[in-house]
């Protein structure tokens, strides 16, 4: 029931990943709304691969996530976090209110031991591939032991979503020398300094997408702004490109040749592609989708939850932060 485009392009992206992934999806929210909604998509009959379960409520993006929670015991986004609690699905996904979906994971689910706080993992292209660039805002204000968690987690999840044996995991700094940063970034370079992962040290912003590390760590506000300049960066440049060709012969005859490589960029850049974040240190599956998810994001969002499942991304994430034991 949550985002731009609930819940038309939500149902219609659960209906693909059920018909394309060969995978069970359960819909969450007011069972009558949704269920007309399905036959509508569907042409017909309730499919055997979706099942449905009631949510009387749901939560709006002006609602205040806290309160909206303890107000609407029966929210959609609460009702489904449950449901994986009970065993009744594996994961959960979600493209509405971010901050609900955050808390009702987190009171849901509880957090793993030795993660103290959650953070949201989002691949970023790099020149050598791709990275995870981590939090990026669900823990808006660390500590220093929250980024060498994030840290540890950070690397765990590149060797499950990239099939690194051993990423280098950097953070994110004003300058690459070990005492620049705020006191925070110069407390959490000592602890990552003695974790259990190949630290690279400090990064610089510019260096974020040129491969030079596998894993960017930074507290939720910096790397929620971080993100959004990325989204905002590759917008504009696909419109600058658009206007710059302009309309002699010459250009028109470039930008067709070039067609494709932008598109492949495009993609890459695009939150689209992989359709959501999982949510790190939390004892189960979360993922968080973008807000303006339409129906091809919301069914490769559920594509990446199920390979998250598949490769039991919780365990090894438990078994990452054990092995940080012995730094504190």
Same mark, same amino acid.
């Given at each position: 029931?949550?985002?731009?485009?609930?819940?038309?392009?939500?149902?219609?992206?659960?209906?693909?990943?059920?018909?394309?992934?060969?995978? #069970?999806?359960?819909?969450?929210?007011?069972?009558?709304?949704?269920?007309?909604?399905?036959?509508?998509?569907?042409?017909?009959?309730?499919?055997?691969?979706?099942?449905?379960?009631?949510?009387?409520?749901?939560?709006?993006?002006?609602?205040?996530?806290?309160?909206?929670?303890?107000?609407?015991?029966?929210?959609?986004?609460?009702?489904?976090?449950?449901?994986?609690?009970?065993?009744?699905?594996?994961?959960?996904? #979600?493209?509405?209110?971010?901050?609900?979906?955050?808390?009702?994971?987190?009171?849901?689910?509880?957090?793993?031991?030795?993660?103290?706080?959650?953070?949201?993992?989002?691949?970023?292209?790099?020149?050598?591939?791709?990275?995870?660039?981590?939090?990026?805002?669900?823990?808006?204000?660390?500590?220093?032991?929250?980024?060498?968690?994030?840290?540890?987690?950070?690397?765990?999840?590149?060797?499950?979503?990239?099939?690194?044996?051993?990423?280098?995991?950097?953070?994110?700094?004003?300058?690459?020398?070990?005492?620049?940063?705020?006191?925070?970034?110069?407390?959490?370079?000592?602890?990552?300094?003695?974790?259990?992962?190949?630290?690279?040290?400090?990064?610089?912003?510019?260096?974020?997408?040129?491969?030079?590390?596998?894993?960017?760590?930074?507290?939720?506000?910096?790397?929620?702004?971080?993100?959004?300049?990325?989204?905002?960066?590759?917008?504009?440049?696909?419109?600058?490109?658009?206007?710059?060709?302009?309309?002699?012969?010459?250009?028109?005859?470039?930008?067709?040749?070039?067609?494709?490589?932008?598109?492949?960029?495009?993609?890459?850049? #695009?939150?689209?592609?992989?359709?959501?974040?999982?949510?790190?240190?939390?004892?189960?599956?979360?993922?968080?989708?973008?807000?303006? #998810?339409?129906?091809?994001?919301?069914?490769?969002?559920?594509?990446?939850?199920?390979?998250?499942?598949?490769?039991?991304?919780?365990?090894?994430?438990?078994?990452?932060?054990?092995?940080?034991?012995?730094?504190?």
């Amino acid at each position: 029931m949550g985002g731009d485009y609930a819940p038309v392009e939500v149902i219609a992206g659960a209906v693909a990943a059920a018909r394309d992934l060969g995978v #069970s999806v359960l819909l969450v929210g007011p069972i009558d709304q949704v269920s007309d909604e399905v036959r509508r998509c569907t042409g017909g009959a309730v499919p055997a691969s979706l099942a449905l379960l009631d949510a009387p409520e749901f939560i709006t993006m002006d609602d205040a996530p806290l309160s909206a929670l303890r107000r609407k015991p029966g929210a959609s986004v609460r009702v489904a976090a449950d449901a994986v609690t009970r065993g009744d699905a594996d994961g959960l996904y #979600s493209v509405g209110h971010t901050g609900a979906a955050l808390m009702a994971a987190h009171a849901a689910f509880g957090l793993l031991g030795g993660a103290e706080r959650p953070a949201l993992a989002v691949l970023v292209p790099t020149l050598a591939g791709s990275a995870v660039l981590l939090d990026t805002g669900a823990t808006l204000e660390c500590k220093p032991q929250h980024l060498c968690a994030f840290g540890v987690m950070g690397a765990a999840y590149a060797t499950i979503t990239l099939g690194l044996t051993n990423p280098r995991v950097g953070l994110l700094s004003v300058g690459e020398e070990a005492g620049k940063g705020t006191e925070l970034v110069r407390e959490a370079h000592a602890l990552l300094s003695a974790a259990p992962v190949d630290f690279a040290g400090n990064v610089e912003a510019r260096d974020v997408f040129n491969g030079q590390v596998d894993v960017i760590v930074c507290d939720g506000f910096t790397g929620n702004i971080t993100l959004k300049v990325c989204e905002g960066l590759a917008e504009t440049m696909e419109r600058l490109l658009k206007r710059e060709v302009g309309p002699s012969l010459a250009a028109r005859l470039g930008a067709r040749l070039t067609k494709n490589a932008f598109t492949r960029l495009r993609n890459r850049v #695009s939150a689209v592609e992989h359709g959501g974040a999982p949510l790190l240190g939390v004892n189960g599956l979360a993922l968080v989708g973008h807000g303006r #998810s339409k129906a091809r994001a919301v069914r490769n969002g559920i594509a990446t939850a199920a390979r998250l499942v598949d490769g039991q991304m919780v365990l090894r994430m438990r078994d990452a932060l054990r092995s940080r034991a012995d730094v504190w």
